[in-house]
């Protein structure tokens, strides 16, 4: 069965530091691997998603097959970046989204 | 168009009383998904409709909850005799086709069991 885990539930870095929220996964196939995002009194949404190869509000995420990891970095964190972020996983055998007990993000001032 | 809508938004209760959680997915989505939030738990897969497909509920902790899609579109996650420990929020989501697919997420219901 496939699981994802983020080992930090509560990392907090200070405003322009880098930030790398770590997510792992099992899964012997080929996953997809996304980011969701919850802001503070917002709804979960999608932040990107590994087969779009795409930046989003500065963060990217390099899927690693070799490490089974999918780690969504920031070069210079900001204030906003403050949330919930969760790594999740979808397998060709599931039908449904995998997610990962989530990381509580705070970038201090 | 409008989003995920979800309904109540609060729902208090006492033990052993059943409830009733309602989700509005967005028009034209064949699946939607019923998530459980709880602190310090992350998000927990309850349960899973595609189409005309029979659910997944693979997620669903025991018996006294249950799920239905009306017609393709509304659903109603039924949750019986309530416990202290089915307080979380209830999170609803629905894509255009599969997992696979951006979800799109509802608002939630925090349900609190006294």
């Known amino acids: 069965a496939q699981r994802v885990t983020q080992p930090e539930k509560l990392l907090s870095v200070f405003k322009g530091a880098p930030v790398e929220l770590k997510c792992n996964y099992s899964?012997?196939?080929?996953?997809?691997l996304f980011w969701y995002v919850q802001y503070s009194r917002q709804r979960l949404q999608l932040l990107l998603r590994h087969i779009s190869r795409e930046s989003i509000k500065g963060f990217t995420a390099d899927l690693n097959k070799g490490e089974t990891s999918f780690h969504l970095k920031k070069p210079f964190a900001q204030e906003e970046d403050s949330a919930m972020y969760y790594c999740?996983?979808?397998?060709?055998?599931?039908?449904?989204?995998?997610f990962g007990s989530g990381t509580q993000l705070t970038v201090l001032p | 168009g409008a989003g995920v809508s979800q309904s109540p938004s609060n729902k208090v209760t006492e033990k052993g009383k059943d409830v009733e959680l309602r989700c509005d997915p967005i028009s034209g989505h064949t699946a939607l998904y019923w998530y459980r939030q709880s602190l310090g738990q992350g998000l927990e897969f309850l349960i899973y409709f595609q189409g005309n497909s029979a659910p997944d509920k693979s997620g669903l902790p025991s018996d006294r909850f249950s799920a239905e899609r009306t017609g393709g579109s509304v659903s109603t996650l039924t949750i019986q005799r309530t416990q202290q420990e089915d307080s979380a929020v209830y999170l609803c989501?629905?894509?255009?086709?599969?997992?696979?697919?951006?979800?799109?997420f509802g608002p939630g219901t925090r349900l609190t069991v006294l």
């Open positions: 999740a996983l979808h397998s060709g055998s599931a039908r449904q989204l995998t």
């Open positions: 899964y012997s196939g080929s996953p997809e």
């Open positions: 989501a629905s894509s255009f086709r599969t997992g696979a697919d951006t979800q799109y």
